[in-house]
Structures are given as C-alpha cells and as structure tokens.
Nanobody
Framework: VQLVESGGGLVQPGGSLRLSCAAS????????MGWFRQAPGKEREFVST????????RYADSVKGRFTISRDNAKNTVYLQMNSLKPEDTALYYC???????????????????WGQGTQVTVSS
C-alpha cells in the first residue's frame, strides 16, 4: 500500500483543519490506520488510530475531544478532523498503515509498516 497525506497548512489557534490520507494498493480494510506527529527536536508520537472496519478508535490524551479520526473504505481514505487547534499541535503529521484484524486498533509505531511522506500543520497567530 502507498499513502499520500494532504490537508495540512497554517491555522490560527482555535481553528480547524482536516487531514486526508489516500491509500492505494491492497485491500484497504486489511489495515488499521493511524496518525502520528513529530515536532522539531521531539520523537514521533501517536495521535490516533482506527480499525479496518472503522468501528474502533483510539486517541492520545492530548487530542482527545478535539480530534476525530474516520475512514471511508469505499474511497480508501482516512481522515483526521482537528478542531480547537493549539500551538503545541504544530508538527509534521504522518499517516500510517499496519496489517491488523478487522476490529483491532494499533497504537505503537512498531505496529505500522507503511508511512506517508507527512503533511505540515502549523498553529500560530
């Protein structure tokens, strides 16, 4: 599978963005999908994950209640809706795919074997 992210940009604090990740290749539902982010000088961190079926999700505490992950298996696309953005959300956001059972989520980087190129999100006034 190949992944291409889009939707990043510059937004003011309190604003919203929606990231998209389009997948091509193998059966999309065979993959749990995840979003990770990496700020300059920091390690890559987990943001959110969704199962292949779309019925299971998980979020990092830092984004819970503000971000929503979803997927459209007919379009082979996963989304990350980001609301109430804060300056500390500034980072390069990566989409990832990992083989998993249909209803299973994956929260560790080791569980993913395919990564996108990343899309920059900058939250600043």
């Amino acid at each position: 599978v190949q992944l291409v992210e889009s939707g990043g940009g510059l937004v003011q604090p309190g604003g919203s963005l929606r990231l998209s990740c389009a997948a091509s290749g193998r059966t999309f539902t065979a993959f749990a999908m995840g979003w990770f982010r990496q700020a300059p000088g920091k390690e890559r961190e987990f943001v959110s994950t969704i199962s292949g079926s779309g019925d299971s999700t998980r979020y990092a505490d830092s984004v819970k209640g503000r971000f929503t992950i979803s997927r459209d298996n007919a379009k082979n696309t996963v989304y990350l809706q980001m609301n109430s953005l804060k300056p500390e959300d500034t980072a390069l956001y990566y989409c990832a795919a990992g083989y998993a059972d249909l209803h299973r989520v994956v929260v560790t980087t080791a569980g993913y074997d395919t990564w996108g190129q990343g899309t920059q999100v900058t939250v600043s006034s």
